[in-house]
């Protein structure tokens, strides 16, 4: 009885959220790009990445070590 509740919940979950994709709207481009030196590029990236996003290609994401 719970393997078959388990499966329906993750089949509930698998559909209800797995076709869509969450990206960052213009105003959190512009506060994240507040802090980089060229801020202009920054926003082109940002903005040409989330277009990628929405149209359903893969986009890499730099992965920056954490620094004490």
Request: proline share 4%; net charge positive.
């Amino acid at each position: 009885m719970k393997a078959i509740f388990k499966l329906s919940l993750f089949l509930f979950a698998l559909l209800t959220f797995g076709g869509k994709s969450l990206s960052l709207t213009d105003y959190q481009i512009k506060r994240i790009c507040k802090m980089e030196k060229s801020e202009s590029i920054c926003i082109n990236n940002l903005l040409m990445k989330k277009s990628k996003l929405q149209k359903g290609n893969p986009i890499e994401i730099p992965v920056k070590p954490y620094k004490r």
